[in-house]
């Protein structure tokens, strides 16, 4: 059974910076899509950015591209997200998401979820 374990949220200043980090176990992870969503209060989780594993192209919301960066480390089995040019509105609980041979973003639903971690921009 896969388990996603995310860290690194935090508060930061608008225009700063963060890191996340997800610690995915349970298996290896060829063909597998990880990625990350986040949910602010109030609001429907939304798509942030997406990794294919094994080639690691990457894909993201228009929001976020250009600030932030998704890669994986396969030797740690892990996935991270640098967030950059921090803006109020990133405010949010972020979560880390991985789906076997398709893209994280299409049926969500089905996705394997971490517990979320909080990521607070203030202004």
């Known amino acids: 059974q896969v388990q996603l374990v995310e860290s690194g949220g935090g508060l930061v200043q608008a225009g700063g910076s963060l890191r996340l980090s997800c610690a995915a176990s349970?298996?290896?992870?060829?063909?597998?899509?990880m990625g990350w969503f986040r949910q602010a209060p109030g609001e429907e989780r939304e798509f942030v950015a997406g990794?294919?594993?094994?080639?690691?192209?990457?894909y993201y919301a228009d929001s976020v591209k250009g600030r932030f960066t998704i890669s994986r480390d396969n030797a740690k089995n892990t996935v991270y997200l640098q967030m950059n040019s921090l803006k109020p509105e990133d405010t949010a609980v972020y979560y880390c998401t991985a789906r076997w041979g398709y893209p994280v973003k299409t049926v969500p639903s089905l996705n394997t979820w971490g517990q979320g971690t909080l990521v607070t921009v203030s202004s």
């Open positions: 349970g298996r290896t992870f060829d063909n597998w899509d």
């Open positions: 990794i294919r594993w094994t080639v690691g192209t990457t």
